[in-house]
């Protein structure tokens, strides 16, 4: 477990999750009709891939500009997701 921090590889497992549930949402809703737009949810995970990258960043000892780029990512994106939210 410990490599798994030291070298960032956990947010790796953590970024390959989401890429699996962004294809699940997306099958579903080609499937059945139902569920999530692609376009509502591309904003969430980008936000949450975001702040994974400023993990694995963190975790390897990225330098902070690369760091800040990633939360300033992750607040774009959350913007994003906020105003498609309150305008439907």
Known sequence: ??????????ADVILGVMLLEV?????YRWLTGRGALPPDVI???LSGA?????LR???TG??????GA?????????????RLR???
């Open 1 to 10: 477990m410990h490599e798994l921090l030291a070298t960032g590889r956990v």
């Open 23 to 27: 294809v699940g949402l997306v099958a």
């Open 43 to 45: 904003p969430n995970v």
């Open 50 to 54: 975001f702040l994974v990258l400023a």
């Open 57 to 59: 960043g963190a975790l």
């Open 62 to 67: 990225l330098a902070w500009g690369w760091l």
């Open 70 to 82: 990633s939360l300033a990512g992750a607040l774009l994106a959350h913007l994003l997701a906020l």
């Open 86 to 88: 309150l305008r439907g």
